[in-house]
């Protein structure tokens, strides 16, 4: 098999995407970005062309779409529309979480969930990929506004998972409270405690250790193995973090565990700089207690400042974690963390990068991370969440992070052996894309034509 045509083949499959789905411009920059790193996988592997890898992986095995009426507190009824794409499963049950949240649609949902497969390739811990989600905003509605929205979701959606098929778990605007009404609904339909169906579940019923800390922890983990491997430390270097959910505020909580200075925390009002490194402890308090925007941090942390509307990448750092939302950073951004000296930037999002500021970033010299790669560690940790819940075992804290962190090594080291063997030692983006994509198509080349 030559380069050239390699390269045909990935062209012409491309553009049957193109034309299928031509209004689903997520979908297909992901598809383009993992497409436009595989040439030297299938001059390597010209048995997976015969095959028609690259037709298949593309199209999910099954989309699913639904209606979802619900009542909010003023007797109203509301309607939301629900997904889940079930991507693939040669490696396993499909696993990928649920995004609440207004910008939900259908292009959303398979960019996340084709970037699933490889992601949970990666980690190697046998799960398929998929997401799911919708378009309702959890953010201004009361609980049991959230209560009667998951119970209707849950009503169609249980139709299509369990433990052995399909096992959703948490995204943006999915966190514990959320599964938790997802479950309980769960139960009533089905009658059956089935705790493996869902991951992220409260520490009381079936619920990981380090879950709800993992994708932000294992973000760090995989910058500090870069670092690591260069003979670098963490310890020291100044950090600017996006988001201020789940992702950042645990990233931002390890960076300042292995001695960084995590300087920043963002919501969509703005961002707040804390030159002292952020208060793990208000920020929490903020963001997960009283579910407050980030200005309110500036307001209690003296010498803390609230910059409204800017651009969180205008702050130098060393070390940059984008942990908020696709295409976030974008080639100005890139351009202001190249002018401050940044070292490291490392997705804890998916996709929070446009391709334009990834080449940027790589050609400029940067150690650059790719989501697939560098937020595995959530879902990893959901896998090993569905083996305590398998064995009813339950292990303490210690453990699940020894775990966790060995894992980002393996991802990061398989990430980095997939860039050497393919000819680009230290591309992260080629590496973790190579590296994910032999490991599904050798599967799906086992199990035939389905």
Same mark, same amino acid.
């Given at each position: 098999?030559?380069?050239?045509?390699?390269?045909?083949?990935?062209? %012409?499959?491309?553009?049957?995407?193109?034309?299928?789905?031509?209004?689903?411009?997520?979908?297909?920059?992901?598809?383009?970005?993992?497409?436009?790193?595989?040439?030297?996988?299938?001059?390597?592997?010209?048995?997976?062309?015969?095959?028609?890898?690259?037709?298949?992986?593309?199209?999910?095995?099954?989309?699913?779409?639904?209606?979802?009426?619900?009542?909010?507190?003023?007797?109203?009824?509301?309607?939301?529309?629900? +997904?889940?794409?079930?991507?693939?499963?040669?490696?396993?049950?499909?696993?990928?979480?649920?995004?609440?949240?207004?910008?939900?649609?259908?292009?959303?949902?398979?960019?996340?969930?084709?970037?699933?497969?490889?992601?949970?390739?990666?980690?190697?811990?046998?799960?398929?990929?998929?997401?799911?989600?919708?378009?309702?905003?959890?953010?201004?509605?009361?609980?049991?506004?959230? /209560?009667? +929205?998951?119970?209707?979701? /849950?009503?169609?959606?249980?139709?299509?998972?369990?433990?052995?098929?399909?096992?959703?778990?948490?995204?943006?605007?999915?966190?514990?409270?959320?599964?938790?009404?997802?479950?309980?609904?769960?139960?009533?339909?089905?009658?059956?405690?089935?705790?493996?169906?869902?991951?992220?579940?409260?520490?009381?019923?079936?619920?990981?250790?380090?879950?709800?800390?993992?994708?932000?922890?294992?973000?760090?983990?995989?910058?500090?193995?870069?670092?690591?491997?260069?003979?670098?430390?963490?310890? !020291?270097?100044?950090?600017?973090?996006?988001?201020?959910?789940?992702?950042?505020?645990? %990233?931002?909580?390890?960076?300042?565990?292995?001695?960084?200075?995590?300087?920043?925390?963002?919501?969509?009002?703005?961002?707040?700089?804390?030159?002292?490194?952020?208060?793990?402890?208000?920020?929490?308090?903020?963001?997960?207690?009283?579910?407050?925007?980030?200005?309110?941090?500036? %307001?209690?942390?003296?010498?803390?400042?609230?910059?409204?509307?800017?651009?969180?990448?205008?702050?130098?750092?060393?070390?940059?974690?984008?942990?908020?939302?696709?295409?976030?950073?974008?080639?100005?951004?890139?351009?202001?963390?190249?002018?401050? !000296?940044?070292?490291?930037?490392?997705?804890?999002?998916? /996709?929070?990068?446009?391709?334009?500021?990834?080449?940027?970033?790589?050609?400029?010299?940067?150690?650059?991370?790719?989501?697939?790669?560098?937020?595995?560690?959530?879902?990893?940790?959901?896998?090993?969440? #569905?083996?305590?819940?398998?064995?009813?075992?339950?292990?303490?804290?210690?453990?699940?992070?020894?775990?966790?962190?060995?894992? #980002?090594?393996?991802?990061?080291?398989?990430?980095?052996?997939?860039?050497?063997?393919?000819?680009?030692?230290g591309d992260y983006v080629l590496g973790a894309n190579t590296a994910g994509f032999v490991t599904v198509a050798e599967a799906m080349l086992d199990q035939g034509v389905i």
């Amino acid at each position: 098999m030559t380069h050239a045509a390699a390269k045909a083949h990935i062209e %012409a499959v491309a553009e049957t995407a193109r034309t299928r789905s031509h209004n689903e411009p997520e979908f297909l920059q992901a598809m383009d970005e993992v497409l436009d790193t595989l040439v030297p996988a299938l001059v390597e592997h010209p048995e997976f062309i015969e095959a028609g890898i690259l037709e298949r992986l593309i199209e999910p095995e099954r989309q699913i779409i639904f209606r979802v009426p619900w009542l909010d507190d003023q007797n109203r009824v509301q309607v939301n529309r629900g +997904f889940r794409v079930q991507f693939n499963s040669a490696l396993g049950p499909f696993k990928g979480g649920l995004r609440f949240h207004s910008s939900v649609n259908l292009s959303v949902i398979k960019f996340l969930g084709f970037e699933q497969i490889f992601k949970n390739a990666l980690t190697r811990q046998r799960i398929g990929g998929g997401k799911g989600g919708s378009d309702f905003d959890p953010h201004g509605k009361s609980d049991a506004e959230v /209560m009667r +929205f998951c119970q209707s979701f /849950m009503t169609e959606l249980y139709r299509h998972i369990d433990d052995q098929t399909d096992v959703p778990a948490g995204d943006i605007g999915v966190g514990a409270r959320e599964i938790g009404y997802l479950f309980g609904q769960y139960r009533r339909l089905t009658g059956r405690h089935e705790s493996g169906v869902l991951t992220g579940k409260g520490k009381v019923w079936g619920g990981a250790e380090v879950r709800t800390e993992a994708t932000g922890y294992g973000a760090v983990f995989f910058a500090q193995e870069m670092l690591n491997r260069t003979g670098e430390d963490i310890d !020291g270097r100044r950090a600017v973090v996006s988001g201020s959910g789940n992702v950042a505020i645990y %990233a931002i909580e390890k960076i300042t565990q292995l001695g960084g200075v995590p300087v920043t925390a963002s919501d969509s009002s703005g961002y707040v700089v804390d030159e002292q490194g952020i208060d793990i402890g208000l920020l929490k308090q903020v963001k997960e207690v009283e579910r407050a925007r980030i200005s309110e941090y500036a %307001a209690r942390k003296p010498n803390a400042r609230f910059v409204a509307n800017g651009s969180v990448w205008d702050v130098p750092a060393e070390l940059a974690f984008p942990c908020a939302t696709q295409n976030e950073l974008t080639v100005q951004g890139a351009r202001a963390l190249l002018d401050s !000296g940044v070292r490291i930037v490392a997705e804890g999002a998916n /996709m929070p990068t446009t391709p334009e500021a990834v080449v940027m970033l790589q050609q400029s010299g940067v150690l650059f991370a790719p989501g697939k790669a560098a937020n595995s560690g959530g879902v990893a940790t959901s896998a090993l969440e #569905m083996s305590q819940n398998a064995a009813r075992d339950r292990w303490d804290f210690e453990q699940s992070e020894t775990r966790l962190r060995a894992i #980002m090594r393996d991802v990061h080291d398989s990430t980095y052996e997939a860039s050497e063997r393919f000819g680009r030692p230290g591309d992260y983006v080629l590496g973790a894309n190579t590296a994910g994509f032999v490991t599904v198509a050798e599967a799906m080349l086992d199990q035939g034509v389905i």
